[in-house]
Nanobody, 123 residues
């Protein structure tokens, strides 16, 4: 089993920045890809970004590309999501997820999930 714990959410004004962290523990060797998803009230869970543990290849959803940056710290088993130029429409619960194999935008293909962290962007 893999445990994922997110942190770093909060309230920020539009145009501001936040950095989310996702600490992985347990059988992390069984995961190849770490990803961030988000879910706003009444909406489906949306892919934000993904990164591979080996090689560090990065992938972004259209709505965050150019504003968000995903990174990883292998010794700490931690993945980060740096969010800049935040907009009110970025308000959501942000979830960390992990899977073995390649990356996908479909949340149903991820095996492990964190509990989520709330990000609220005020206008």
């Amino acid at each position: 089993q893999v445990q994922l714990v997110e942190s770093g959410g909060g309230l920020v004004q539009a145009g501001g920045s936040l950095r989310l962290s996702c600490a992985a523990s347990g059988a992390t060797v069984s995961t190849n890809v770490m990803a961030w998803f988000r879910q706003a009230p009444g909406k489906e869970r949306e892919f934000a970004a993904a990164i591979s543990w080996v090689g560090g290849s990065k992938y972004y959803g259209d709505s965050v590309r150019g504003r968000f940056t995903i990174s990883r710290d292998i010794p700490k088993n931690t993945v980060y999501l740096q969010m800049d130029s935040l907009k009110p429409e970025d308000t959501a619960v942000y979830y960390c997820a992990a899977r073995q194999g390649g990356w996908y935008t479909d949340p149903s293909l991820y095996n492990y999930w964190g509990q989520g962290t709330q990000v609220t962007v005020s206008s």
